[in-house]
């Protein structure tokens, strides 16, 4: 069965860090592009990272630019996203996918993990 696990998340304060982790069963990540998104309540779904699975390239929207570091583990089957400076706007689910492409774009995204809230708030 092919599955994203996500792990991570929660209630951090403002300023604080957090690191989700997506983990891959039935397939291997090794081929496919990675992305995190995230859903705010009333907003639409957002891209906010990608890692390319050719070159390891990696893309960020311009407002976590220097606070969040995707990454990948092959070997471990494993992609994370480190979240440094959380602000209170970024309260969402946080989501990873999938895909054949690195892109912001969530319909180019073929697998979902289960998504995992992460709340900043003091």
């Known amino acids: 069965q092919v599955q994203l696990v996500q792990y991570g998340g929660g209630l951090v304060q403002p300023g604080g860090s957090l690191r989700l982790s997506c983990a891959a069963s039935g397939f291997t990540l090794d081929s496919y592009a990675m992305g995190w998104f995230r859903q705010a309540p009333g907003k639409e779904r957002e891209g906010v990272s990608c890692?390319?699975?050719?070159?390891?390239?990696?893309y960020y929207t311009d407002s976590v630019k220097g606070r969040f570091t995707i990454s990948r583990d092959n070997a471990k089957n494993t992609v994370y996203q480190q979240m440094n400076s959380l602000k209170p706007e970024e309260t969402a689910v946080y989501y990873c996918?999938?895909?054949?492409?690195?892109?912001?774009?969530?319909?180019?995204?073929?697998?979902w993990g289960q998504g995992t809230q992460v709340t900043v708030s003091s």
């Open positions: 996918a999938a895909g054949l492409g690195a892109t912001m774009t969530a319909s180019r995204y073929h697998y």
């Open positions: 890692i390319s699975a050719t070159d390891g390239r990696t």
